[in-house]
């Protein structure tokens, strides 16, 4: 029986800051093991072994020892190479790890008493000649090993400067584990405050199962979905969510109606794999509390759904997570909304040379992330490392890692988070380690952008991920910026970063954006027609969880960020935001009156563009930050869904965004499969069939041929001026308001159940009469073809 030993565990920079240099000088000072701070979880008692110990310590183990004579309780056999991971089979356990440059392995097995006592059951070395086959060390174990929780340890060389951290003191996460468990309450710390209580995985038992009910995938194409970017916790955590299990897996189930009514049929989650939130722990004194690792974007186990959003909470530990995310995802299914997650294979929580070892690092330092030659980590992320994602063994892992969610949790596609890093050269790339033969002239230096990176080609071509979603987030913080030419394989689509600046720029009123602001309605062809690909490869958004909510954006001109106890000093500067003439919430109700059009304008926008349009949670009925462009670390009301807000009668907002969702799912023309053509679309200025695309033009209206509602006709004026437009001749038909976003709710959306609807219509009789229609400034409208009754 022997102490638990674990490494200290340093802070490392939050995701999405300014970049860092490429890589960081690792220290080359071996950290001595007695300085390791033991870590428990809140369900262990905490137990320190520290230098100041001295012997009493190792005395009080050896008569633990004497005491409790040890006793296997397993039997433990070859076991097989593959699957990788703790694979439940009859009769017992099949353990696999990948460690190419270990000297030696060790499984370690805990029953939950005594690691609540921060002791090892037991120990089980690994023969290299049984238990070994090339790179992969494995056992099988064969007993009763239910609620029994295991690590490995691994020893070889310490040196940082040859990129190894191998330290057989440290009880490690299997990378392939599927379960974590740890703390069970989001936000607060283990036993004597600590921010990294040990993790542990748990064991599988071949009764783990769930009831899917028949559940299967829902394969929408992609052209028909409305996204939405949900945050688990921030969704449901509010006390005005009112739901029973607030801020958790199940506490969205609960408010699934919601995205039903609003017209979204996929949610993409933000990250949940499972992360440490206590990451950036640190007092706040502008707020008064804690600041968290609030987004999720650091990753300490790819396979593992994060146990802090399940309602179970300590109970069952990970694989109550699990469930409960399953659950989700079955419920969603139900309801018609297929499930994204947003997964963050740029890089892990294990940050630079001074973060934690808790996992990659400890198993093989140099080949999971990519290093320099003396050892400093690559920082493409902005995090600290960079995951070596085009190594053979990282690029099979990150292949079964989605497999695994596709197979298993039965989610409908992913969105890579900083996916440009995907694109990049491994450590030590050489056509020989690639495609184990050499070529003339292949000299490429680690991270070099490959044209045909090797693990994009296997997600493309994977006969299990090609049919579902993969959205690329086309950038990273090494300057790499490949939106228009991420490597696609015609299957992969992009976060369109071009369309929401260029939409921010036109609908604010800048000079020089019309025909750009054209080509985005159009699905940006200029960007994806030429490789090959379609509207749809084209993810539309004009907010996202990183920059300003729709509401900040015709709110503020400035970020205003103090919240983060950062001095205003992080978050992105340039925002081509527009505060409507007066900065911040309190303004004259001249100004709030034109913010509201404004936010009309995005979200018609977002509705009538060809592609996919990505709304971000709590955009549909004016969520505010406060002009805070870069909330990640903030577990509070700034980050909260409001309930309360969404119900008020103010939020006359929320009925529009649902009326222009229904309107673009009944519109055959929006959301079409190919780029549109002369046929179908017809562009328009001040004029019919004469647009001004000039520099200082700020009209642009296009015509809209429809098989379901015959033809449409789509306005933008953002203009500071009004504009009275002639209409396209139409014999024997008359165009008819719908939507005109100058107008007060529910006057906006002149739906089919507004009760003076008539009335309203025939107010704008004289001018349609005479084929015009008055426009004011920042505004925007669609009208739809109707035969003329007067004919």
């Known amino acids: 029986m022997e102490l638990l030993h674990f490494t200290s565990h340093l802070t490392h920079p939050p995701h999405l800051t300014t970049p860092n240099p490429q890589f960081h000088n690792p220290t080359k000072k071996q950290l001595p093991s007695n300085a390791f701070t033991a870590r428990s979880s809140s369900r262990m008692k905490s137990l320190v072994a520290s230098a100041g110990d001295g012997g009493a310590a190792e005395a009080e183990a050896e008569t633990a020892v004497v005491e409790k004579p040890k006793l296997r309780r397993f039997d433990v056999l070859d076991g097989r190479p593959l699957p990788f991971g703790a694979t439940a089979q009859d009769g017992g356990v099949n353990f696999a790890v990948v460690s190419k440059n270990a000297a030696s392995a060790t499984l370690c097995l805990m029953s939950l008493d005594d690691l609540q006592e921060n002791r090892v059951t037991e120990q089980i070395p690994l023969d290299p000649l049984r238990n070994k086959t090339g790179d992969v ?11 029994m929780l295991y690590g490995y340890k691994f020893d070889g060389k310490f040196s940082p400067e040859q990129g ?9 996460l299997d990378p392939y584990a599927k379960a ?15 921010c990294w209580p040990q993790m542990v995985c748990e064991v599988p038992s071949a009764d783990d199962e769930f009831d899917w009910e028949g559940d299967l995938p829902l394969k929408f194409l992609q052209k028909d979905l409305v996204i939405y970017e949900l945050h688990v916790r921030g969704f449901t955590r509010h006390e005005s969510s009112r739901t029973e299990y607030p801020g958790t897996y199940l506490g969205v189930v609960e408010k699934l109606d919601h995205l039903k009514e609003l017209g979204v049929n996929c949610i993409e989650l933000m990250p949940c794999h499972e992360f440490n939130e206590l990451e950036y722990y640190s007092y706040n004194s502008v707020l008064g509390d804690y600041k968290v690792n609030f987004w999720g974007y650091s990753t300490v186990n790819f396979f593992s759904p994060m146990a802090r959003y399940a309602s179970t909470g300590v109970c069952n530990g990970g694989f109550g997570a699990r469930n409960a995310f399953k659950h989700l995802v079955r419920e969603a299914h139900k309801r018609g909304i297929e499930v994204l997650m947003d997964v963050v294979f740029n890089h892990t929580a294990e940050g630079n040379e001074n973060g934690p070892i808790f996992s990659f690092r400890g198993v093989d330092n140099s080949v999971f992330y990519m290093l320099a030659p003396k050892g400093e980590f690559y920082n493409y992320s902005g995090c600290g490392n960079t995951f070596n994602c085009n190594h053979p063994v990282v690029r099979q892992f990150i292949l079964d890692c989605l497999r695994y969610w596709v197979m298993e949790m039965h989610v409908d596609g992913f969105r890579f988070d900083l996916a440009s890093i995907l694109t990049r050269s491994s450590s030590l790339w050489d056509a020989e380690n690639v495609y184990g033969n050499s070529m003339d002239g292949d000299m ?20 299990i991920l090609r049919g579902v979603k993969l959205i690329a987030e086309a950038w990273d913080c090494g300057g790499l910026y490949q939106v228009g030419m991420f490597p696609h394989w015609g299957i992969w689509s992009e976060w369109n970063g071009k369309y929401r600046d260029i939409v921010r720029q036109f609908i604010k009123g800048t000079d020089g954006f019309s025909g750009a602001f054209a080509e985005c309605l159009c699905g940006s062809p200029n960007l994806y027609q030429e490789g090959g690909r379609k509207p749809w490869n084209s993810i539309n958004f004009v907010c996202a969880h990183d920059g300003f909510t729709l509401a900040d954006l015709v709110t503020y001109n400035d970020k205003h960020n103090l919240a983060n106890g950062e001095d205003n000093k992080d978050g992105e500067n340039h925002n081509n935001s527009w505060n ?28 009538v563009s060809q592609g996919v349009p990505m709304v971000y949670m709590g955009d549909e009925y004016g969520h505010t ?22 119900e008020e009668s103010s939020s006359d907002f929320y009925r529009f965004c649902c009326f222009m969702t229904k309107f673009r799912r009944e519109c055959e023309s929006l959301g079409l499969y190919d780029f549109p053509t002369a046929e179908r679309l017809q562009w328009h200025g001040h004029a019919p069939g004469m647009p001004d695309w000039s520099e200082i ?8 041929i429809d098989s379901v509602k015959g033809e449409l006709y789509v306005a933008f004026n953002s203009s500071h001026l009004p504009a009275t437009i002639t209409l396209p001749e139409r014999p024997g038909y008359r165009w008819e308001p719908l939507v005109d976003t100058s107008k007060q709710a529910p006057y906006d959306f002149l739906s089919e159940d507004l009760t003076d609807r008539d009335v309203a219509i ?27 009754s007067n004919v």
């Open 137 to 147: 060390w494995h056992a099988f174990l064969k007993g009763n090993v239910k609620d």
């Open 164 to 172: 190894h951290y191998f330290d057989s003191s440290q009880i490690l």
């Open 180 to 194: 974590i468990a740890s703390r069970g309450e989001f936000g607060i710390l283990g036993p004597k405050d600590d």
């Open 444 to 463: 490429l230096t680690t991270g070099t952008p490959l044209s045909s990176p090797p693990l994009v080609d296997l997600i493309s071509n994977d006969p």
């Open 580 to 607: 409507c003439g007066e900065e911040g919430e309190f303004a004259s109700i001249s100004v709030k009156k034109l913010r509201k059009r404004q936010m009309r304008n995005f979200f018609l926008c977002l509705m």
């Open 625 to 646: 930050k406060g002009g805070n462009n870069n909330a990640y670390c903030l577990d509070n009301y700034i980050n909260y869904f409001r309930w309360d807000k969404k």
């Open 697 to 704: 033009s700020r009209f642009v209206a296009f015509s809209l």
């Open 762 to 788: 025939k107010q704008y009789a004289q001018f349609l009469d005479a084929n015009l229609y008055p426009m004011l400034s920042y505004s925007s409208i669609i009208l739809t073809l109707c035969p003329d």
